[in-house]
């Protein structure tokens, strides 16, 4: 009698309480490793604005004293978020797509971004921008040359 071989492409998964499975086919894409630095966080405040927004308008919440309510927030708190909505599209964009913080504080804050939202005027917000950007990429230029 000969021997029966059987070939099978295999791959250890990830079971309850992180227990290793043996899974069969083959090896799901390993994950791309995660970027140096973290998100800013007036970038992370623009995305939550616009999912504020978006809960709002489908009606699973009614209102920004409901969200300052269940975020356990001030309402002009939840005000200064979403006032974030005011900025051009193009400005809103740009901020969600800024450059990970590697070291130290965020060359963009929130708090240099609110005045522009009283701007009523896209094209003078836009210069607005330009200004602290600007100001932002000199500043965080000097402090890596003091490095």
Do not use: Y
Request: cysteine-free.
């Amino acid at each position: 009698m000969k021997g029966l071989t059987i070939q099978r492409q295999v791959h250890f998964g990830q079971g309850r309480k992180r227990r290793k499975v043996l899974r069969e086919g083959p090896s799901p894409a390993t994950p791309q490793p995660t970027p140096a630095g973290r998100v800013p966080r007036i970038s992370k405040l623009m995305a939550l604005a616009i999912r504020f927004d978006r809960l709002i308008k489908e009606g699973e919440i009614t209102d920004q004293a409901e969200l300052a309510r269940l975020g356990q927030v001030s309402r002009a708190r939840v005000t200064q978020v979403m006032n974030l909505l005011l900025l051009a599209p193009d400005i809103q964009e740009e901020i969600l797509f800024l450059p990970r913080t590697r070291h130290g504080r965020d060359p963009i804050r929130e708090v240099m971004v609110r005045p522009i939202t009283a701007i009523p005027d896209w094209g003078k917000q836009r210069t607005a921008w330009r200004g602290i950007r600007v100001r932002s990429t000199s500043h965080s230029n000097t402090r890596n040359s003091n490095r």
